[in-house]
């Protein structure tokens, strides 16, 4: 029988996650944008109605709105919180409104200003994933096959106790934990492994296990296993050099493993209905809380390099949006049209609009009271 957290852990866990993380990536906007000179109009922790805020000597409105799913700066000379330029303001600005306006600035400081935010976002999980690394130091497994699963792929296509697994479809594995990264994403894929053996090397194809599983709290995830195991991991602790050097290959392989699952949704290898929510980032976040802190501020960066992953794509209204029309602009030596630039952010308004639809009703159906 499984167990979530309580409702109200839920809600506690989703506003300690989202709130401070939404909030730096806001701040990131916000700092490198003041750096450069730009003015900012409006600091917003969630959207739509303000709840509670003030108003800074600077004339920045620094507020906390309704609607706690995400947040945003107006800069000067924004039309709107998704910073869509004002044509009119943009053919007609004053001097005085040119100074310190966001879309009157250099394009390179736009572009820096506007890629702040999700780099604040990936800054903060790599310090999260650096001190756990100091704190508990680098866990290494061999890979070298110790043992294999009741079931298991790897067995049955031949490998054999003490066989070490040197790649994977031609992409080399130096421990255990690359071997598991790179089978996980990819079930009911046939690969091809070359091993060692007794000082030859044995080129097994191997078909990835199919594996529908449940954490302890009944949450089910589709995932792919070759059935093998290594032998015991060492531990050993590591300096701060090592640490931020090992949080950076720990990002990229999260990182990696958000764009394949992506990828899959698209090509149809995943269902659309792996995809999560709000309400399913609340669940999670209820629960990691309920198994303590370490595991709390884990499931924080790895929403925090979610939170960077999916503002970088490139939708109008999110950063990747802006990015792409900066880029388009250097390209062609002068910005994207005020009308082709409106029905782009029309359309992504309506994207993300749909996207969040269909993940809530995804969270929806998931829930235990449908029978999930």
Partial sequence: MFESAPVWMWIVGFLLVLGPLVTVHELGHYLVG?????????FSIGFGKELTGWTDRRGTRWKISAIPLGGYVQFKGDMNPASMPDPEMLEHASEEQRNGSFHHAALWKRALIVFAGPATNVLVALAIFASFNLIYGKFEASNAVGGFAEISAGKE???????????????????????????????????????????????????????????????????GRIGVYSSPPEVSSVGVGEALT????????????????????LTGDRSVKELGGPIKIAKYSGEQLSLGMASFVSFAALISLNLAFINLLPIPALDGGHLAFYAAEAIRRKPVGARGQELAYRTG??????????VTVNDLISLPIFGS
């Fill in 34 to 42: 003041r750096w450069f000179g730009v003015g900012a109009e409006a």
């Fill in 157 to 223: 296509a031949g490998l054999e106790i003490g066989d070490t697994i040197r790649s994977i479809d031609g992409n080399e594995v130096e421990n255990f934990n690359e071997i598991a990264q790179r089978v996980m994403m990819f079930p009911g894929e046939r690969v091809e492994l070359i091993v060692e053996r007794d000082g030859r090397e044995l080129t097994i194809p191997v078909t990835i296990g199919d594996f529908e599983e449940a954490d302890r709290f009944g949450n089910m995830s589709r995932i």
């Fill in 246 to 265: 090992l949080s950076v290959d720990q990002s990229m392989a999260l990182m990696r493993m958000m764009v394949t699952g992506v990828g899959q949704i």
């Fill in 349 to 358: 308004v309506a994207l993300v609009l749909a996207l969040m639809l269909l």
